[in-house]
Structure formats: structure tokens, C-alpha cells
Nanobody
Framework: QAQLVQSGGGLVQAGGSLRLSCAAS????????MGWYRQAPGKQRDYVAS???????TYADSVKGRFTISRENARNTVNLQMNSLKPEDTAVYYC??????????????WGQGSQVTVSS
């Protein structure tokens, strides 16, 4: 499986920027799509952005034009650059990876979560 370790996040004022990173390790053959989700207190976990293995990106409407997802395949890393942050972006952000392991089995892994707090 893939173990995902997140870094980044923190506290920033509205309008500021933060960057999240997520590094995958483990016994997988291939990392397929990778992405980011977020969960605000008392709410469900929502989709933020994703990127395929060939670099195709997709974003939630709420973050389009402000967030940029990227990946470094050689380092098995996915990043989320967050600009023009708003208080409503406050949440715990989770990295997700779809990995192919032995015999073509696909598994989904999640990172440990990173707190992002945007003050008004």
C-alpha cells in the first residue's frame, strides 16, 4: 500500500497563502490519481482538487482560480498551493492517493490531515 505523509498548513490571515505537500511511500507499483479533500468542523469531507498521473487537474468550483494542485512523479509527491485564502477555507485538509499494488490491485490511501486556519 501507499503511506501518505503530509506537511504544511498552519494559520494565515485572509488573502494570504499556504502550501500543502503530501509524500507517498511504500510498496506500490504505480501512483494513479492523487488529490486533496477537506473537512470543516461538523461537516462532511469535501473534494478540493485532484491530478491524474499524466497531469490532468480538476478543481472544486469553490477553489478554482485560487488553488493549484501539482505533482512530482519522481518524488511521489503531490502539492496544493493555496492563494487568496478565505475564512471559509478553514478545515483539516487530507491527501488521497489511488495506488496500484501487486497483481494490479488498486488501493486508496489517506494522509494524516493538516490543519489550515484562515483568520478574517
Amino acid at each position: 500500500q501507499a503511506q501518505l505523509v503530509q506537511s504544511g498548513g498552519g494559520l494565515v490571515q485572509a488573502g494570504g497563502s499556504l502550501r500543502l505537500s503530501c509524500a507517498a511511500s511504500g510498496s506500490f507499483v504505480r501512483l494513479n490519481a492523487m488529490g486533496w479533500y477537506r473537512q470543516a468542523p461538523g461537516k462532511q469531507r469535501d473534494y478540493v482538487a485532484s491530478i491524474t498521473s499524466d497531469g490532468t487537474t480538476t478543481y472544486a468550483d469553490s477553489v478554482k482560480g485560487r488553488f493549484t494542485i501539482s505533482r512530482e512523479n519522481a518524488r511521489n509527491t503531490v502539492n496544493l498551493q493555496m492563494n487568496s485564502l478565505k475564512p471559509e477555507d478553514t478545515a483539516v485538509y487530507y491527501c488521497k492517493a489511488d495506488a496500484t499494488i501487486i497483481l494490479g490491485t488498486r488501493v486508496v490511501s489517506w494522509g494524516q490531515g493538516s490543519q489550515v486556519t484562515v483568520s478574517s
